[in-house]
């Protein structure tokens, strides 16, 4: 461990989105707290997003960015009075250390703005966000983003830990307990994470419809649907498709906070899910008793699955020779119907019974 001058008294962590993103950069915050248990560790992060980090026993104090109301600061004088307070007081922080898991411009400005005497991020970062680095790591050998992120760690000169615990903040669980969840504490319950936000990362309605009535049938207790506000319609059609005369089936898009979302799978046995956010939480909160199963297509779960987690993973075949992109909106969910309800019928029940090797 680094002793001496070396120490840092005062850290700060970037990563301010994506959710799923912001629960892989878990390992960085533990890494650093294990390195330097008496540094306080701050992280930036989105204000939608607090609540994945606002838990964890190692962190100082959430630095709360919020993006969407900044982001029309060009056209209101008071904003940008507001945004230049805001790096204003990121600058008086006095932080000795930076990280910036994030690798944009928009981070890699934010990092130069601390005045921090060492500022650590990717030498490849985009966007000519490592100007704003006075160490620059090469992680290009890394395969999954989290041994990215971890690279940084070891740019600092210390040892790098891959836990990836994430913590339920225990005002969420309790507005979970007290609220949306409340009618089925006790239960046994699955979680399921059907939509997203590119429809060729999606498993197909159909398919999601066939597995909760099998689910069902097998005699499960309750499936919440989650989502977020803009997809609760979207849910409500599938949950009206699944069928539900014997209220077993929840739809709690929009019903949830992040924090309440992270408390409703902390409840639940399993989480099957799309690759999203969702998934990230089962992995964060394994160590909760959750289990997870993945559903992959043109994205590489090598490089964005479930981290120490591959046994967990369903993967649609991609075309034979063929390179695909999740953005290419022509692909629509074609790679996703690759995925047949009985491989993900049995990577549940292998999962459930211990016998996946992990």
């Known amino acids: 461990m680094p002793t001496g001058t070396d120490q840092p008294g005062r850290i700060l962590l970037i990563k301010p989105s994506a959710l799923g993103d912001v629960c892989k950069a878990a390992p960085v915050l533990a890494s650093l707290a294990r390195a330097w248990p008496d540094a306080r560790i701050d992280w930036l992060v989105q204000e939608e997003f607090v609540d994945a980090v606002s838990g964890h026993p190692d962190l100082g104090k959430a630095i709360v960015f919020p993006r969407r109301r900044f982001a029309r600061w060009m056209r209101s004088p008071s904003l940008a009075a507001e945004l230049f307070r805001w790096l204003g007081a990121l600058r008086r922080s006095d932080y000795d250390l930076v990280l910036d898991c994030q690798g944009l411009s928009r981070s890699g400005f934010m990092t130069r703005i601390t005045g ?38 070891r740019g600092c000169g210390i040892d790098a830990e891959p836990d990836m615990r994430l913590y339920v903040p225990e005002a969420s669980r309790r507005d979970w307990m007290e609220g949306a969840g409340r009618g089925f504490a006790d239960a046994s319950t699955i979680a399921l994470a059907t939509t997203s936000r590119w429809r060729s990362k999606a498993w197909p309605r159909g398919r999601w419809v066939e597995l909760a009535q099998h689910l069902l049938d097998q005699g499960q207790e309750h499936l919440l649907l989650l989502g977020a506000p803009s997809e609760r319609d979207e849910v409500e059609s599938l949950r009206n498709a699944i069928g539900d005369s014997s209220q077993r089936v929840h739809n709690l898009a929009g019903r949830t906070s992040v924090g309440e979302m992270m408390a409703a799978i902390e409840a639940s046995q399993l989480v099957v899910s799309n690759d999203s956010a969702a998934l990230h939480m089962g992995v964060g909160l394994a160590h909760r008793g959750v289990r997870c199963v993945g559903l992959f297509g043109p994205t590489e779960p090598s490089k964005v699955g479930p981290y120490g987690m591959d046994h967990v993973v369903v993967r649609a075949p991609l075309p034979e020779g063929g390179t695909v992109h999740y953005r290419d909106r022509s692909l629509g969910d074609s790679i996703m119907r690759g995925i047949p309800v009985s491989a993900v019928v049995d990577t549940i029940e292998s999962v459930r019974s211990g016998d996946a090797e992990a």
Do not use: F, K, N, P
């Open 116 to 153: 921090a005497r060492r500022r650590i991020g990717d030498r490849a970062a985009r966007e000519l966000a490592w100007l704003g680095y006075t160490d620059r790591v090469d992680a290009s050998d890394s395969v999954h983003e989290v041994d990215r992120m971890l690279q940084l760690v």
